[in-house]
């Protein structure tokens, strides 16, 4: 009897209480999200932020893929986001991920930069409960007077 009480305590317990997968301190997705002016397909000196653009956190489980967790959000004034998740998600795949502009002229979803892996556990020793995201970014229609300066000032390191 006392082999089975001290197997409950050991291991069914413990499952027990991860299987809650509720975090104390809910963890927080936090970056930023850009319009690319000049249609380079990464930040320049011309990038703006984008403040309004809708985001989204999804998980999916890791084996069948499935989307088990979807959280939106939206940027601030700065182009920043941050975006709570009040669950642990540690057998689970994470991403920050662009899902539409707040602008019509800067609407095309940069290639690459699209989506930023996160990791949203506190049991990997991360002291901190933000996450944070790679920019992401959504590029102009068209591309605006003065890019070539900037591209050129690219260029010029190259050598």
């Not at 990038?47 to 989204?56: C, D, L, P, Q, Y």
């Not at 999916?60 to 709570?84: A, C, F, N």
């Not at 229609?141 to 003065?146: I, K, L, S």
Request: charged residues 25%; proline residues 3%; negative net charge.
């Amino acid at each position: 009897m006392t082999k089975i009480v001290l197997f409950i305590a050991l291991c069914v317990v413990p499952s027990l209480v991860s299987a809650t997968r509720m975090v104390n301190n809910p963890l927080v997705v936090q970056g930023q999200v850009y319009c690319d002016p000049c249609r380079a397909g990464f930040e320049t000196p011309k990038t703006r932020n984008m403040a309004g653009a809708k985001v989204k956190v999804v998980c999916s489980d890791r084996k069948s893929g499935e989307v088990v967790y979807e959280r939106e959000g939206h940027t601030d004034s700065t182009g920043q986001y941050k975006i709570p998740v009040a669950e642990d998600h540690l057998d689970e795949i994470c991403d920050a991920v662009l899902v539409k502009s707040s602008q019509a002229e800067c609407a095309q979803i940069t290639a690459g930069r699209e989506r930023a892996r996160v990791i949203l556990t506190n049991f990997n020793g991360i002291a901190s409960n933000t996450r944070f995201a790679n920019a992401m970014g959504f590029m102009a229609d068209q591309a605006e007077a003065g890019w070539a300066q900037v591209m050129k000032l690219y260029q010029e390191d190259l050598d």
